[in-house]
Structures are given as C-alpha cells and as structure tokens.
C-alpha cells in the first residue's frame, strides 16, 4: 500500500462565499411551502447543528454503554437586508400600506443558499447548494449607528432553530446539501430550475427530500 501524502497538487479543497439566497414561507392552510422569492444581500451563513451528545451508562461496577441524544440542526443567517415575505418569518404583522406592527407570531420558512468550491488549482472548481426546512428565527438585534467619517452598513442576523422533515430510509433531516462536483451536471440544471424557477411558467419551489431522491435518480 503506498504511503499517504498531504496536500497533494489539486487535492487542497475549500469552500467560500455565500450567495443565490432563496426564502420559502410555508403556507399553513396547504402545508406546502410557497414560491420562493431571492434574498438579496446575504453576507453569511452559519450553521451550526447541536445534540449528538453522549449519555453514558454503567453497570457492573464498568462503562456499559453510551447512548447518544438527537441530533438538531440550528443556523445564523445574516444579511443586510430581507425579502417582504419574511416580515411574517420576523414575526411582524402590515396593519397598513407600510405600517407593521411587531411581536406577532413566527411564520416557518425553508431556505437555500449555494457556496463556492475551489482548490489550489481552480478557484471555481464547483458549488454546493445548502437547503433548509421547517426552520424558525428567533427576535434579533438591530445595532443602529449615526453616520460618520467612516460608514457601514448595518447588518441583520437572525438564529434559526428547525424542526426536521422525513426522508425515506434515513432519519428525519432538516438539511441537505448537494455538491455540484458529484451531481451530473443535467441532474443539477433540473434540481435548480425547480428551486430557482425555470423558462415558461415554472415558478421556484423548495422540493421535499424526497423531490431530490427523485430527481437525482432520473
């Protein structure tokens, strides 16, 4: 067997970026989420899953066993600004043209972003599409600043935690990820023209996981 080699030439992968930001509220009289609408001025995403902790058990006078707790997908989503529709998802309310009121009931949304992929070698060597569901943000701050010799931006961050959605053969899930490295590139265009929306009168829509199962074994 030859011996193992680090960094080799090509092989010296990393993942950047964040943008094609895509927002889905679900629609609580039919279950489905509706038309996705862009999320414009994404500048990160952070994911960051919890539980999956040990639990141990002893008998015998020994470490017997440790049982392992369930696994939670949570995320921070932060932005210069927001589509309208997420104003629900932020929990706010229009009582008027231009006029909301705040501290109303949280709507659930699906989301999905797309990262970059490169390596030493080709800095756009591919992207991965991140999708999310049955997730709920949490109230956040908003830090407003006077303007001065040196401006910026403020930005919006929200914490997102998720309720998962099933999928056939595997544990529930409230993330996937699909590596345009790895995903035939036709199998790819359809399972964008789907989120992002295709020629003619395709509207975009989040798939349910079992849509993309279904999808990439066309």
């Known amino acids: 067997m030859a011996r193992i080699e680090w960094d080799k030439t090509g092989e ?7 943008d094609h930001g895509v927002l889905y509220v679900l629609n609580t009289t039919t279950g489905v989420y509706d038309d996705g609408v862009a999320w414009n001025g994404l500048t990160s995403v952070s994911e960051s899953p919890s539980g999956a902790e040990a639990n141990p058990q002893y008998a015998d006078n020994i470490k017997y066993l440790n049982l392992v ?4 997908f949570g995320a921070t989503i932060e932005a210069f600004t927001y589509p309208k529709e997420f104003e629900a998802c932020d929990g706010y309310a229009e009582i008027a043209p ?5 501290q109303q009931n949280r709507a659930t949304f699906g989301f999905s972003y797309r990262t970059k992929v490169g390596n030493d ?4 060597l591919g992207y991965k599409i991140h999708l999310i569901y049955g997730a709920l943000a949490a109230p956040s701050e908003r830090a407003y600043a006077t303007v001065n010799e ?3 931006a403020m930005t919006m961050s929200w914490e997102i935690t998720t309720t998962p959605v099933a999928v056939a053969g595997h544990r529930p899930t409230a993330s996937i990820t699909l590596d345009s490295r790895t995903i035939a590139q036709a199998k ?3 399972i964008e023209d789907v989120l992002y929306g295709g020629s003619g009168a395709t ?9 993309i199962i279904t999808l990439l074994a066309a």
Not at 69 to 72: C, K, L, M, Q
Not at 121 to 124: F, H, V
């Open 12 to 18: 010296r992968f990393y993942e950047t970026g964040v």
């Open 69 to 72: 707790s369930a696994e939670t």
């Open 98 to 102: 231009g006029a909301v009121v705040g």
């Open 121 to 124: 070698l080709n800095g756009d």
């Open 150 to 152: 040196s401006p910026e």
């Open 188 to 190: 790819m265009t359809a």
């Open 203 to 211: 509207k975009p829509k989040l798939p349910l996981p079992a849509e």
